[in-house]
């Protein structure tokens, strides 16, 4: 077991909360469980949660056996550049501008068509 505890912090040193596992730490994560270690045994040893275990091995039984990583997927962009540049000029023009005078104003401005 503390080969195991061991091995996994070396696979997930430098791994912040949030971030993606390596291919290597995937693979070995599977492995662990399907050699028969807990769940919460492996979660530990790897930093993560016993559902993030869970959830690789899950889409290692469902994707036939593949541990490719997720495509990752950021915050659409809501504001065109266009719309934004006008938005930041009216801000800078009236800086005592509430919440709901900025929201109501970019609102007008994709409403209107100017933001494309």
């Known amino acids: 077991m503390v080969a195991l505890y061991e091995f996994g912090h070396e696979l997930t040193a430098g791994r912040r909360k949030g971030?993606?596992?390596?291919?290597?730490?995937?693979?070995?994560?599977?492995?662990?469980?399907?050699?028969?270690?807990?769940?919460?045994?492996?979660?530990k040893a790897f930093a993560c949660s016993p559902g993030t275990v869970a959830g690789q091995v899950r889409r290692w039984d469902a994707e036939q056996e593949t541990?490719?990583?997720?495509?990752?997927?950021?915050?659409?962009?809501?504001?065109?550049?266009?719309?934004?540049?006008?938005?930041?000029?009216r801000v800078?023009?009236?800086?005592?501008?509430?919440?709901?005078?900025?929201r109501d104003?970019?609102?007008?401005?994709v409403s209107s068509g100017k933001a494309v």
């Open 19 to 43: 971030q993606g596992f390596s291919f290597e730490a995937r693979y070995a994560m599977i492995a662990a469980v399907k050699g028969g270690a807990d769940r919460k045994v492996v979660a």
């Open 67 to 89: 541990i490719r990583a997720r495509e990752r997927r950021g915050r659409n962009r809501i504001i065109l550049l266009p719309a934004n540049a006008r938005l930041h000029y």
């Open 92 to 102: 800078r023009r009236t800086p005592r501008m509430t919440f709901r005078e900025r």
């Open 105 to 109: 104003a970019l609102r007008n401005l």
